[in-house]
């Protein structure tokens, strides 16, 4: 987004805040395609990523009011709506995610650009049937930083995790997702 784009969300934030629907409607259009994607992400059926999308934007609009900024972005505390909505519709289904070796997050090396590289060339369907085989943190944390392109701070202040376990959370799911991925390009060429 732009410097300019940037003031007009902040004003469209402060008038939806106030209560202005038409304010709330902007940013719907604006980061309804993200929360859409996300949800497709971690369901099987449009019908559901849909549903799933309604009660996030429902969510937001009934929190509005109470929305503080606090450093963290918009899209951080969206995400974290939508997130939740996912979790609440799988609360049971879901597997427990993964503990986290702090430790040996600190020695991952950062190797964003050529996760980039790598997402970018997969197909998005394929992609949302890896990503809902893997753990709900590890498919928030790929969502937030690949699709969402938000930076490792937000993603760690959005999931209240410090950033090294997002970096090797972030370091397990590509890990994840590639092999995921080259298990179904094998399933594909037989």
């Known amino acids: 987004m ?10 469209w934030i402060a ?4 209560g202005d629907a038409a304010a709330f409607g902007r940013l719907y259009d604006l980061y309804v395609d993200r929360v859409y994607a996300y949800a497709r992400s971690r369901v099987r059926s449009v019908q559901d990523a849909e549903d799933l999308t309604e009660i996030a934007f429902m969510k937001a609009w009934e929190a509005i009011g109470s929305y503080d900024d606090r450093g963290l972005p918009f899209t ?11 979790i609440d519709r799988h609360r049971k ?6 503990a986290v070796d702090l430790a040996a997050a ?3 090396p950062d190797v964003v650009a050529v996760e980039e590289e790598v997402l970018g060339l997969l197909d998005g ?3 949302r049937e890896a990503l809902r085989e893997l753990t709900e943190e590890q ?3 790929i969502t937030m930083r690949f699709i969402w392109d938000m930076s490792l701070k937000d993603v760690a202040e959005s999931l209240g995790k410090s950033e090294g376990a997002v970096k090797a959370m972030q370091h397990r799911a590509v890990r994840s997702l590639a092999a995921l991925l080259g298990r179904k390009s094998d399933e594909d060429e037989r």
């Open 2 to 11: 732009t410097a300019a784009s940037d003031r007009h969300v902040e004003r």
């Open 15 to 18: 008038r939806a805040r106030r």
């Open 76 to 86: 951080a505390w969206l995400f974290r709506i939508a997130r939740n909505a996912v």
């Open 93 to 98: 289904s879901e597997r427990e995610p993964e």
């Open 106 to 108: 600190a020695t991952i």
């Open 125 to 127: 369907e394929t992609i």
């Open 139 to 141: 498919a928030s944390v």
